[in-house]
């Protein structure tokens, strides 16, 4: 069962930027694994997953600003977050899913989740 930690969360004013980290434990080869926030009052949504290094954006609104990438080598998946907006103020969670490609998603019960990190975003 493979274990995810986020980490690199916090407060920012509007025009900043984060880099939030995902370190993965366990065997994560052929995984799926993805970037998702949920803020407060609404669904939780995605904003990229992939395989490898090739990645699908969920929405448009954080294409430009919200990069996701992994590095094999340390199992870590990356969220680079620039231009950083108040509505981006969400929990931001990490995901995995063991069954591979294609690795894009409507219902979210099938992946394994870490357990989430706060950032906030200040006009």
């Known amino acids: 069962q493979v274990e995810l930690v986020e980490s690199g969360g916090g407060s920012v004013q509007a025009g900043g930027s984060l880099t939030l980290s995902c370190a993965a434990s366990?065997?994560?080869?052929?995984?799926?694994m993805g970037w998702f926030r949920q803020a407060p009052g609404k669904e939780r949504e995605g904003i990229a997953s992939?395989?490898?290094?090739?990645?699908?954006y969920y929405v448009d609104s954080v294409k430009g600003r919200l990069t996701i990438s992994k590095d094999s080598a340390k199992d870590t998946l990356y969220l680079q977050m620039d231009s950083l907006k108040p509505e981006d103020t969400a929990m931001y969670y990490c995901?995995?899913?063991?069954?591979?490609?294609?690795?894009?998603?409507?219902?979210?019960?099938?992946?394994?989740w870490g357990q989430g990190t706060q950032v906030t975003v200040s006009s």
């Open positions: 366990g065997y994560i080869y052929g995984y799926c």
């Open positions: 995901a995995a899913d063991h069954r591979g490609p294609p690795c894009y998603y409507s219902n979210y019960a099938s992946l394994t």
């Open positions: 992939g395989d490898s290094n090739v990645f699908r």
